[in-house]
T-cell receptor, first 110, second 114 residues
Framework: EDQVTQSPEALRLQEGESSSLNCSYT??????LFWYRQDPGKGPEFLFT???AGEEKEKERLKATLTKKESFLHITAPKPEDSATYLC???????????FGAGTRLFVKA | NAGVTQTPKFRVLKTGQSMTLLCAQD?????MYWYRQDPGMGLRLIHY???????AKGEVPDGYNVSRLKKQNFLLGLESAAPSQTSVYFC?????????????FGPGTRLTVL
C-alpha cells in the first residue's frame, strides 16, 4: 500500500538555526514526490516536485532532496516567516491519486 | 487571475441536511480534485475529474457526489450530512499532459456537521 510518513510532527527552531524535515515513502512506482507549504487557514502552496533519486531543488532558504526511500526538506537559516506546515506527497505511476503525509509543523522563533 | 476559488468559506449543517460546495478555476486546467483534511491526517482524495463530464472515485468517496458539467467548475455534494463529514475541504486543479503533478489548491471550506 502506498504510504507517506513525515517526521517530526512538530519542530521548533530559533531564527537562523538550520534543520531538516523528513518524508519517508513507500510506493509501487514513483512518478513524483511533492513538497507543499500550508499556512493556517489556507490551502497548500506548491514548493517542489522531485522525480528521481539524487535530484535536488532549491528555493530561497529551502532545499529538497530525494532518495529511493525518503526525501528531506532542508531549511537553512530559517526566519519567522518560514513558520508553516510543510506537506509531503507522492504520486504513483499509472494513476492520478496523490498520497499526502500528515505534515510537519514548523515554528521559527525570532 | 484568481486561480482556484471555493464557496462557501464556512458552513454549519445539521445531521441529515444537504449542501453543495463549489470550486472554480480560471487556469484552463483539465484535472480537478476534491480533498478533505482532518487533524493529524494527510489530505485524502474524495473524488477527481480528468475532464468535463467525467468523474472518478478517490480514497474516501462514500457519502459524497460530484459533478463536472463545465471545465472550470467542480461541485462536491453531500446528500445527507453526518458528523463524520466535519472537516476542511480543499479543491485543487492541475494541467493535463506530462506535468499533471503540480496541483493548485483553493483556500478551503470549513464544514461543521452538528
Amino acid at each position: 500500500e502506498d504510504q507517506v510518513t513525515q517526521s517530526p510532527e512538530a519542530l521548533r527552531l530559533q531564527e537562523g538555526e538550520s534543520s531538516s524535515l523528513n518524508c519517508s515513502y513507500t510506493v509501487s512506482g514513483l512518478r513524483g514526490l511533492f513538497w507543499y507549504r500550508q499556512d493556517p487557514g489556507k490551502g497548500p502552496e506548491f514548493l517542489f516536485t522531485l522525480y528521481s533519486a539524487g535530484e535536488e531543488k532549491e528555493k530561497e532558504r529551502l532545499k529538497a532532496t530525494l532518495t529511493k526511500k525518503e526525501s528531506f526538506l532542508h531549511i537553512t537559516a530559517p526566519k519567522p516567516e518560514d513558520s508553516a506546515t510543510y506537506l509531503c506527497a507522492v504520486q504513483a505511476t499509472g494513476g492520478f491519486k496523490t498520497i499526502f503525509g500528515a505534515g510537519t509543523r514548523l515554528f521559527v522563533k525570532a | 487571475n484568481a486561480g482556484v476559488t471555493q464557496t462557501p468559506k464556512f458552513r454549519v449543517l445539521k445531521t441529515g441536511q444537504s449542501m453543495t460546495l463549489l470550486c472554480a478555476q480560471d487556469m484552463n486546467h483539465e484535472y480537478m480534485y476534491w480533498y478533505r483534511q482532518d487533524p493529524g491526517m494527510g489530505l485524502r482524495l474524495i473524488h477527481y475529474s480528468v475532464g468535463e463530464g467525467t468523474t472518478a472515485k478517490g480514497e474516501v468517496p462514500d457519502g459524497y457526489n460530484v459533478s463536472r458539467l463545465k471545465k472550470q467548475n467542480f461541485l462536491l455534494g453531500l446528500e445527507s450530512a453526518a458528523p463524520s463529514q466535519t472537516s476542511v475541504y480543499f479543491c485543487a486543479s492541475s494541467l493535463a499532459g506530462r506535468n499533471t503533478d503540480t496541483q493548485y489548491f483553493g483556500p478551503g471550506t470549513r464544514l461543521t456537521v452538528l
